[in-house]
């Protein structure tokens, strides 16, 4: 999905903190691996337990130039 997305003049962002960065500059798979017990919790545990990491499964695909959030990219 992301080289056809990526192919068609789109550009991918994770929020991988508090801010969203380019997919180009981030490692999903490893960050994935990494966090992926955190997907084991429960909601609630999850949501009451300070996090200790972050499990990101998602990523948001704009028009090349867009910017979460703006209309221009860096």
Known sequence: MVAL????S????????R?????ADFD?????????HLVHRGLLRRAL???D???INSVL?????????GTAAP
């Not at 789109?10 to 903190?17: D, Q």
């Not at 695909?61 to 959030?69: T, W």
């Open 5 to 8: 997305l990526t192919g068609q």
């Open 10 to 17: 789109y550009r991918g962002w994770v929020l991988a903190a």
């Open 19 to 23: 801010s969203w960065m380019p997919l």
């Open 28 to 36: 999903l798979a490893g960050h994935q691996s990494r966090t992926e």
């Open 49 to 51: 337990i300070p996090r």
């Open 53 to 55: 990491g972050r499990y």
């Open 61 to 69: 695909f704009l028009p090349d130039g867009r910017v979460p959030g």
